[in-house]
């Protein structure tokens, strides 16, 4: 019975797009920044969104769906059910010229009736890999978040050894050596030994230099504000900073932060604001990362989007800003000359890059008490801020801004 199901499901799936001619091209550049189809791509997903929600995140900004749902491969067994459901969602998606990772961690962490009725990882991606709407695999959900604290020594998650992860990346490539493989981190992992979180054991830092090798997108999402961290958000810049040390600057980075009121954790848990969505946008973008993503989901029950208006409209013009620089962005020339100095209780952080015979500053406060900063090595006659119809005087190829808490400032200095 087993048998004829799965070749009633392989059957479906082929039958509905059966030609490999229409599949997209994913590629990387020098800086690790993606290409989609030869066209610089800047990444920006929803996390196990809802396609019924599709439409109102595209106005958000939104282009990839990272999981799709609380069914297809995300959560629920593998079956023809949940394999045609994946089918129609990647078709949405294409209408739409948006993007879907599939999860294909499931066949090897959890228990075989996940394995539904197929023998073989390989013949589940087989499926999938020519779909002009795939962007990428993810193999290990936050394997570093480890076991171990009742006998106070730390280990993996099941099946999340560095050998485990060599071997799903390896039979990910195999089947399909055209898509790239993502492996996710828990930030709050990532940070346990320098914050001393008591509710869990600090991973070994070989562990991630280990696993980091068996993926070409290292990801690592970051909650501060639904974790009851609310007044520690550079949380996300120092995860991104953890990633960047842990790949050695040869892979993609995305990093995931801060949207929705998800109070699955915590009946207490608070929605961050729009501007704390922007300051650890930006945090994430400042410190290395190529792509980004947001996670608004509620369960019980499933909810897709659970945002504050106002921070979905401040959401959506700060990811439009970013799709606008992200040329700059990705593929700039670091002016690692150009500092920033902090005065009074926050904290300015700044990335700048060259690109086309201009110089772009890209500066955060990262801290909930305002300041001023000064700027210096610039360089040029003048620093437009980016969207806030004003100019910023030079001297001597330095300036001075003040900073609200949280606040961004970008500025273009010709």
């Given amino acids: ?88 969602t990647l078709d949405e998606l294409a209408k739409r010229k948006m993007y879907g990772i599939l999860f294909i961690h499931a066949w090897w962490d959890e228990d075989l009736k996940r394995r539904g009725t197929m023998k073989e990882p390989g013949e589940l991606i087989k499926m999938f890999k020519d779909h002009p709407a795939l962007l990428g695999w993810h193999i290990s959900t936050e394997a570093d978040m480890g076991m171990g604290k009742k006998e106070k020594t730390w280990k993996p998650k099941q099946a999340g050894t560095p050998q485990d992860l060599e071997m799903k990346y390896k039979t990910v490539k195999e089947a399909d050596p055209k898509h790239p493989v993502v492996l996710m981190v828990s930030g709050g992992q990532t940070l346990a030994k320098d914050r001393n ?17 068996w993926c070409d997108i290292l990801y690592v999402d970051t909650f501060p504000v639904c974790s009851n961290y609310v007044k520690d958000l550079k949380m996300v810049a120092d995860s991104v900073d953890k990633i960047k040390k842990y790949s050695k600057g040869v892979k993609s980075l995305w990093s995931a932060s801060d949207a929705g009121d998800r109070k699955r954790w915590s009946k207490n848990a608070p929605a961050p604001s729009g501007k704390q969505i922007k300051c650890e946008l930006w945090m994430s973008l400042i410190h290395g990362a190529h792509g980004l993503g947001f996670d608004y989901t509620g369960f019980n029950p499933f909810a897709s989007i659970r945002i504050d208006p106002q921070a979905e409209e401040l959401l959506a013009a700060a990811v439009k800003e970013v799709q606008t620089l992200k ?88």
């Avoid at 979180?197 to 090798?213: K, Q, V």
């Avoid at 003048?382 to 004003?390: D, L, Q």
């Fill in 197 to 213: 979180f008591g509710w869990t054991l600090p991973t070994p830092e070989d562990w991630y230099f280990s696993a980091a090798r």
């Fill in 1 to 88: 019975m087993k048998i004829k199901i799965m070749v009633l499901a392989v059957f479906l799936c082929f039958l509905l797009f059966p030609a490999a001619v229409f599949s997209s091209d994913i590629t990387f550049g020098k800086n690790n920044e993606m290409y989609v189809d030869g066209k610089l791509f800047m990444p920006v997903h929803a996390w196990a969104a809802n396609m019924k929600d599709a439409d109102r995140l595209q106005k958000m900004g939104i282009n990839v769906l990272y999981g799709i749902d609380n069914t297809a491969l995300a959560w629920k067994d593998i079956s023809p059910e949940s394999l045609e459901f994946t089918k129609k």
């Fill in 327 to 414: 040329e700059p962005l990705l593929l700039g020339e670091t002016a690692a000359e150009v500092k920033v100095i902090s005065n009074g209780q926050g904290k300015v952080d700044l990335l700048a890059k060259r690109y086309n015979n201009k110089l772009y500053i890209f500066c955060v406060n990262v801290e909930a008490e305002k300041c001023s900063a000064e700027v210096t090595n610039t360089g040029g006659k003048s620093a437009e801020a980016v969207n806030e119809g004003r100019t910023v005087p030079l001297k001597a190829g330095s300036f001075v801004d003040t900073f609200e808490a949280y606040a961004v400032h970008l500025y273009i200095v010709e």
